[in-house]
């Protein structure tokens, strides 16, 4: 565990460092032509030349921002099957050598993959659920700056509180995926559903607890930052390796966390679930069958 942490740490730090450099050097270009935009003359060429080579820098940067979104979560991608594996061995009272961990994070990416795809397609579509049903409030409140704000609040702390409760099946999913070979996607999810039941609550805490020390890093960033000088010459570079790493860190935690609370559900995995009206199936039963 100590070597994915660190290697996931140094990853994550060099990818940022890359980042923040290739993005800084495109923006101060665009900064340095648009100021010599001005002092040149609308009706000449080197005016349409500047124009343009500012305008060709967008798509550039826009490109350095996607290839970090998907490279960065490709690498939490791989820390997180790493971590759950290396975790659920050490449940297991097992040893796992460095060849036979990569093994198993080659045999359980593809799977990982599509379960966080649907897992973020249900975060999507949370948020917008929230803001449709948080429209009406709002617009009979609009007349009422401070009555809009104050319902504004009330409901963004709701749907955050339900967000954290719902979203422990969704995290408890991407366990599944990784240590069941037979589920990816919907399966483990509904897998994840099925095993969290009696221990809905005990996610939610967790939820609850790994989002304070969440909030308790940033804060903390705030206070030194505000009081070092050091940290205040250069706070793009220095704050972002700060924010990169304990954001790393709470991850890791977290599926450390979600890993012995999978080993925790699995002690009864021959319990019944209710169906509404349509009968009984085990929890060992995937809720959702795969398209042959």
Known sequence: MASVTTISLLVSSIFFLLFDFSSLSLTRDMLAK?????ITSASSSEFNNRVLSKIKNFPLLLLVYTTFVFSYSFIAVLSVIATVIVTSESCNNKTLSLKGLSSRILKSLR?????????TI???GYVFSAIYLASPILSNS????FAALGYGFLFSVFAYIIYLYTSSVWILGLVVSVLDEESCGLVALGKSSAMIKKYRFNGFFLNIFLNLITLALFIGLKIVKGGNNWLSDDPSILSGLYLVNCSCLVKIFSFVAYTVLYFECKENPDEEIELGGYGRISTTTPLFSGVP
């Open 142 to 145: 609009s007349s009422d700056t």
């Open 122 to 124: 249900f975060v999507i």
């Open 111 to 119: 799977r990982t993959i599509a379960t966080g795809v649907y897992t």
């Open 34 to 38: 648009e100021s010599l935009i001005p």
